[in-house]
């Protein structure tokens, strides 16, 4: 029987297209249409908005943000076993879902798409960070993109949204809560993937604030929070000594005791070491 989208059932759709799960690929299916649905509704009103998905897989999560209105989806993904699922969906919603053959690390989605633009995805594990650590460091704020709604492993969906003193805490509590209001939305039990992943999953959303809460050049931030969480337990003078022999005078031009600890420092410390740091 075919789903309430008019498309075949996803456990069909992946019987018919052969698609095993690869392991390497983080390839852990949604196979539930009213839980993508719920994703995909998530992600706000796609109504005039091009979205971009990272990993479409066999396509669930596309066919919701389709349903919900999305004026476009581009689709990226690595495993050309999934194309023909996703030439299925393309034929259903004429001139609304493109699809790119490769690797989000690689391709340029850009010239793809025209604002308003959101990102929606049930990322593959091993480059959701990085994707999400890219997104949010542009060299030009605001990005092209207005929110970012994001699967990962409650793990990481904890640490996006982690705030000060929590074991959390670090770099991409940091850098995400500069630029962006994060929230967690939705969790999500191994028994909800196919095949389930060993760990429990959260959805997070992000809301691209019009300017980041204080400036700072984003890679030198980058850089600064992966140094001193690195040794997230050492003070700050001995954690940060490679970033030159005069740190601990930058820490103090920055409002910073020397002796304190990465996690004990809010975000407005950050962004002023990092001011210090690009003199
Ligand atoms: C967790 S699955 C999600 C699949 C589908 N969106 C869903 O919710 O069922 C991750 C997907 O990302 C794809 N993928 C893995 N690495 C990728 C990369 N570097 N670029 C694009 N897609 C990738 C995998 O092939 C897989 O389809």
């Given at each position: ?28 299916f949604l196979l539930d249409l009213n839980l993508t649905s719920k994703i995909a509704r998530a992600a706000g009103d796609l109504t005039g908005c091009d979205v971009l998905e990272v990993g479409p897989g066999p396509g669930g999560l596309t066919r919701g943000l389709l349903a919900e209105g999305a004026r476009k989806v581009l689709a990226v993904e ?202």
């Amino acid at each position: 029987m075919a789903a309430l989208d008019g498309l075949p059932p996803l456990r069909e759709v992946i019987a018919t297209h052969e698609l095993v799960a690869k392991k390497q690929l983080g390839q852990n299916f949604l196979l539930d249409l009213n839980l993508t649905s719920k994703i995909a509704r998530a992600a706000g009103d796609l109504t005039g908005c091009d979205v971009l998905e990272v990993g479409p897989g066999p396509g669930g999560l596309t066919r919701g943000l389709l349903a919900e209105g999305a004026r476009k989806v581009l689709a990226v993904e690595k495993d050309p076993r999934c194309i023909p699922a996703l030439e299925e969906i393309a034929a259903h919603y004429p001139g609304r879902l493109e699809f790119i053959l490769g690797d989000a690390l690689e391709v340029n989605v850009l010239e793809h798409l025209e604002a308003p633009v959101r990102i929606c995805a049930n990322l593959p594990y091993n480059v959701g960070t990085e994707l999400l650590v890219r997104w949010l460091t542009p060299k030009v704020w605001p990005a092209f993109w207005q929110s970012l709604t994001l699967m990962f492993q409650r793990e990481v969906a904890e640490r996006i949204v982690a705030k000060p003193g929590s074991n959390h805490y670090g770099r991409l509590a940091i850098l995400a809560q500069w630029r962006t209001d994060a929230r967690i939305v939705l969790s999500l039990p191994p028994e909800a993937f196919s095949p389930p992943p060993k760990v429990h999953s959260a959805v997070v959303h992000l809301t691209a604030l019009p300017e980041p809460r204080f400036p700072a050049d984003p890679k030198v931030l980058e850089r600064v929070t992966a140094v001193a969480f690195n040794q997230r337990r050492k003070m700050l003078r001995s954690a940060l000594k490679s970033l030159g022999p005069d740190i601990e005078d930058r820490l103090r031009a920055a409002g910073i005791e020397p002796t304190r600890r990465a996690e004990e420092i809010p975000l407005e410390g950050f962004c002023a070491l990092a001011r210090e740091m690009a003199k």
